[in-house]
């Protein structure tokens, strides 16, 4: 079984772990090229290409508009949306667990300086969206499959 934890949008950071001990983690970057036009089909096409429904669960961030965000609601990306969307309904389809978790779950315990300590930080800007999965992950495997291990680790 893999959980795979996604931080959705035009730069969409996916992380999970390949066996015990192996990270994987990729940024799927709808912004550019030929994948911009059709974005929710190739994250959908991903999603049953990589994950399998029998086996396999997804921890996705939720999309919120904040109250704080309103003196800027022009620059606001509402596509984030529509990819929390589409995840959403693969796993409706297909049967597959889906977790939804808010921003301030995901970064609420999983801060940078833990992400450092237990060995899943990346560094640099373009990686945001990497370490925002990670947290969603992180936090799902503790605090909702209660497996310590990475706690342990923080020791």
Not at 33 to 43: C, D, M, Q, R
Not at 50 to 60: E, N
């Amino acid at each position: 079984m893999k959980i795979y934890a996604i931080d959705p949008g035009p730069h969409t950071g996916i992380f999970w772990l390949d066996g015990l001990l192996n990270p994987c983690r990729i940024t799927l970057d709808y912004t550019t090229g030929p994948v911009k036009e059709t974005a929710l089909k190739h994250l959908y096409f991903w999603l049953m290409g990589t994950v399998v429904p029998t086996k396999d669960k997804i921890v996705v961030e939720s999309f919120e508009f904040r109250k704080e965000d309103a003196q800027n609601r022009e620059y606001i990306d509402y596509s984030t949306g529509e990819f929390v969307g589409v995840v959403k309904l693969f796993c409706q389809l297909t049967g597959t667990p889906c977790y939804v978790q808010s921003a301030s779950v995901g970064k609420g315990f999983w801060d940078d300086s833990k992400l450092k300590r237990v060995g899943m930080w990346v560094p640099g800007t373009a990686n945001r969206h990497i370490r925002d999965a990670t947290r969603h992950w992180l936090h799902h495997v503790t605090f909702t499959v209660g497996d310590e291990f990475w706690l342990r680790r923080l020791k």
